[in-house]
Structure formats: structure tokens, C-alpha cells
């Protein structure tokens, strides 16, 4: 239908026409062009304005700056884009796996590390901060190898012996890690990692003064790494300085907004004076900058039970609970295999070592599915066709072993798999107990439900919850954990008797 009168037709115009007038206008532009043009006048090609595409060294010399103007997480894209541009460059590749690390990424970090060491394996300072990566993995015996190796090519870097110390005091080595701190001392008291690592190793012998000491060298030297001011308040509560210590996280919150840990430390340092409205606010911003930070949820748990909101307390310990047995479980680092007696109870730790693979993940979709290829470590003919998988799913704890071409084990002997990283709650190494060979091969699906990871008091203390809330059935495997990590634990002890008195 239409509104008024209808439209008029067109007459419609032939095509040829069209194209004949185009040509001529064609024609016309380009005599006009030639008349004007100076015959001297050079003739110029059009062509598209390009983008320009940034060096590796500018990328370097950003990250650089971000680095110093305490901006962690700039810095660090800024490094990458670099070893994007330049995948063969080490000096980039070494300082994202060093920002990596102090980022909580230890499994990057460790990984950036080992590529640098591959295309420079005569690099100290490759190999100094893959020693480092791995200290902050907590693969204490790798981290001392490798910082050992850094010194031995670079014995006058200052970091390398830095690095060495903290691996150091964290093997128990605690003279060497005092000889360790105090060379790089010696050798360039100016560098900012030099007076962090002598702080740390003191800071774990228990010289807290002497650490914070350190710790406000390092924040002089590079007055905006949160990290830095993280570990004064550390030191500063250690001393009962608690207004300073405040401060210090206030500080590192203001530096990093992103980070965690600093509103994690501020919250739980009020918390435990007693300031439950402001700790609650700052374990919330803690949550909302990463939601996968799980001490942060626990502590949110207990401000809910100091307060007996035992509806909202159990949640939060839930959530927490279950980040902490996850972090607990990404800890795997190696599958080891290895034969021990099948009748008796198993060791405290894996002796002869059969075969081993290191765990990484399937993909960077999926970080927390993790697998290992099984190679031998034994000689021998009856090994030339052993290989195997395991395959760990770090959030549900459930994992799988394939194996295949195994010797059959001596009579009354059995192979056991061993995770190196992930503890039981009792602190002994995860093992699968004895595996069944059938034909050279070992199939078996198995859970690691409870790992070392959570702390005493979330335990006991959602048991509690659950209690209060009549719901023992799920108190109890919460008191039975707790049990675990300390068999004699009052709370514990005492949540059972109350479960078992409130059912009979």
C-alpha cells in the first residue's frame, strides 16, 4: 500500500552508456595530470601508509620501565610481545620468566627459564633464573642445581649467588645459604634482588630484624614492588610492629591494586586484631582481583564464623578449601615409578627410581590438566619397550596411569607410582600403593582427593560449621583430614565427640 501517490517510473539507462562516459572521464583526468606535471617533477606511486611494527629492544625497554614503575603486570605483556618478535633473544625470555615467578606463574616461569637455558646453556643468568623459577615452585633440589650452575659460569653475578642463598635456606643448607647471601653482599650490595634473597634467607633463620633491614634496603632500591613491601609488614608483625606492618601492605596495595596477596596480608593482619568489618572488605577485594585465590576465601569464612553466620561461613570455606586442595595438587612435578616391597606398608618416600617424567599441561585451555610421559631411568634390555602416561586433573584430583612393555617384578616386590610436589595431608609423598602388572602393563584410575594444602583450622573449623548446622555426616571426613595433618588436635578430637554424642 502506498502513502499518497505512487512513485513515478524510471527510464532506465543502457549500460554502454555508462561505461562510455567513464572512460572519457578517465581519459580527461589523466590528459589534464599531464598537462600540469612538470616533466622534471618525479613521478610518485601511491601506496598504502604501513603500520609501524615495534622492535623486540622497544618492547625490552618498555618492560623495562613498567618493571621499575612497580607495574608487574605491564611489564610482563611487554616482555612477552617480545619474545614473540624474537623467539631466539634471551634477554627478554629471562626477565618475563623472573616477573612469571614473582607473579605466582611458577610453571611459565619455569618453562620461559628452560627455553632461555636451551639457546644459551653457557648463560648464567639463564640458569640463575631458572633456579629461581623453580625455588618459587618449591622444587628445592632443581633450584640449587641450577643456581650452583649459574655461579659456575657467572661467579660474579651478584643475583646468581643471591638466588643460590634462597635456595639455600630452603634445603636446610643454612650455612651455605649465609655464605651464599653474604658473597652477594660482597659483590654488588646495590641490586635489588641481592637485598631481597638476604633478607628472605633471614627472614627463615628467624632474624626477623635483620631481615626487615634487607627487605627496606630492597624497597630503597626499587620503592615500588609490592612484593618488597609485602615482606616488610611480614617482618614488621613477626617484631608486634603492627601500625608499621599496616602500612607496609597499605603501601603494597596502593603500588599493586591487582594483587592479592597484598589485600590478603592487610585483611588478615586486621582480622586478627580484631577489626572484622575492614579485614571482610579487603579478603572481598582480594577475592575480586583473583577469584582463585583461596586463602582469601578461608579467612572470609572466618570473619562469617567469628560472627556465627554459619550459612555464609560454610561456602566460603568450601570454596577455599577446595582452591587450596587444588594448589596443593598443581604442586605435581614429576611421576616417578619405582619397585618396593608389595607387603609392607609404604615408606615415607621412594627409593631406587625406575622411571620418571616431568608434568606440564595438555594445554593453555585447559592449566590444571596435567600429564607426564614416562620414560626409564633403568638399563637393561627388558626396558627398551617400557613407556607410560599419567594424566592428573589437578581440580577433581582424579588421575590415571598407562603403562606398558614393564619387566615383571622379583617375587613378593611391586611397582609404585610417586608424585614429586604433591604431599599426602600427613606431609609424606602421594603414592598409588602397589600397582597391579598384568602382561607388562599397569592400568588404574585412582583419586587424590586429600593433598597437603589447606590449612589445620579451615579443616576442623568447617567441621564445626557443619555441626552447628546438624549436618555431622559431613563434619566428619573434615575431622578425620585434620586428624591426619596433627593426630592429636583438640578441635578435631573434639568436633567427633560432639557428632557422636549429638547422633546418639
Not at 225 to 234: D, E, L, Q, V
Not at 242 to 267: I, K, T
Not at 301 to 306: E, L, V
Amino acid at each position: 500500500m502506498y502513502l499518497g501517490s505512487p512513485p513515478k517510473r524510471r527510464r532506465r539507462s543502457s549500460p554502454w552508456r555508462v561505461l562510455t562516459l567513464l572512460v572519457l572521464i578517465v581519459i580527461s583526468l589523466y590528459v589534464l595530470v599531464q598537462i600540469r606535471r612538470d616533466p622534471d617533477d618525479p613521478v610518485v606511486l601511491v601506496a598504502p601508509t604501513m603500520t609501524p611494527t615495534r622492535s623486540a629492544a622497544a618492547c625490552i625497554s618498555e618492560g623495562e620501565e613498567l618493571y621499575w614503575a612497580g607495574d608487574l603486570k605491564g611489564a610482563i605483556a611487554a616482555y612477552e610481545e617480545a619474545v614473540r618478535i624474537d623467539r631466539t633473544a634471551i634477554e627478554p625470555t629471562v626477565a618475563l620468566a623472573r616477573l612469571l615467578a614473582f607473579e605466582g606463574r611458577t610453571l611459565e616461569a619455569v618453562q620461559h627459564a628452560q627455553r632461555a637455558v636451551e639457546r644459551a646453556p653457557e648463560s648464567g643468568e639463564a640458569w640463575m633464573v631458572l633456579g629461581m623459577a623453580h625455588h618459587w615452585r618449591r622444587d628445592i633440589p632443581r633450584a640449587v642445581e641450577a643456581c650452583q650452575r649459574a655461579v659456575s659460569l657467572a661467579p660474579e653475578n651478584a643475583d646468581a649467588h643471591s638466588y643460590l642463598a634462597g635456595a639455600y635456606v630452603d634445603a636446610h643448607q643454612w650455612a651455605l645459604a649465609i655464605e651464599s647471601a653474604e658473597k652477594a653482599l660482597e659483590l654488588d650490595s646495590g641490586r635489588v634482588d641481592v637485598q631481597r634473597n638476604h633478607g628472605y634467607v633471614m627472614e627463615v633463620l628467624g632474624d626477623y630484624r635483620a631481615a626487615l633491614q634487607s627487605y627496606q634496603r630492597a624497597a630503597q632500591i626499587h620503592p615500588r614492588f609490592a612484593t618488597i613491601h609485602i615482606s616488610i609488614g611480614n617482618n614488621q608483625l613477626a617484631l608486634g610492629e603492627f601500625d608499621a606492618a599496616v602500612e607496609s601492605f597499605e603501601r603494597a596495595v596502593e603500588l599493586d591494586p591487582d594483587n592479592p596477596r597484598a589485600y590478603h596480608r592487610l585483611g588478615r593482619t586486621l582480622y586478627e586484631r580484631g577489626q572484622l568489618d575492614r579485614a571482610e572488605r579487603y579478603f572481598e577485594q582480594a577475592i575480586a582481583v583473583d577469584p582463585e585465590f583461596g586463602p582469601a576465601f578461608a579467612y572470609l569464612g572466618f570473619t562469617n564464623w567469628n560472627r556465627r553466620n554459619y550459612e555464609d561461613a560454610i561456602p566460603n570455606f568450601e570454596r577455599g578449601l577446595a582452591l587450596d586442595l587444588l594448589a596443593g595438587r598443581r604442586r605435581a612435578r614429576r611421576f616417578l615409578i619405582t619397585v618396593e616391597s608389595a607387603s609392607t606398608e609404604m615408606p615415607g618416600g621412594w627409593s631406587s627410581v625406575v622411571m620418571r617424567g616431568d608434568f606440564s599441561p595438555l594445554s593453555s585451555l585447559e592449566p590444571d590438566i596435567l600429564r607426564a610421559s614416562l620414560t626409564p631411568l633403568a638399563v637393561g634390555e627388558e626396558w627398551a619397550e617400557a613407556r607410560g602416561t599419567v594424566s592428573l586433573d589437578a581440580r577433581t584430583g582424579e588421575y590415571e596411569v598407562r603403562f606398558e612393555g614393564l619387566p615383571e617384578t622379583d617375587p613378593g616386590r611391586a611397582y609404585v607410582g610417586w608424585f614429586d610436589g604433591v604431599n599426602t595431608l600427613s606431609g609424606g609423598p602421594l603414592n598409588t600403593g602397589p600397582l597391579t602388572l598384568a602382561g607388562g602393563n599397569i592400568e588404574g584410575d585412582f583419586e587424590a582427593t586429600w593433598v597437603q594444602g589447606p590449612r589445620i583450622d579451615t579443616l576442623y573449623t568447617l567441621g564445626l560449621a557443619y555441626f552447628y548446622m546438624a549436618e555431622c555426616e559431613k563434619a566428619y571426613p573434615l575431622f578425620d583430614a585434620a586428624l591426619e595433618i596433627d593426630p592429636e588436635d583438640r578441635n578435631a578430637l573434639e568436633g567427633i565427640r560432639m557428632c557422636d554424642h549429638a547422633g546418639g
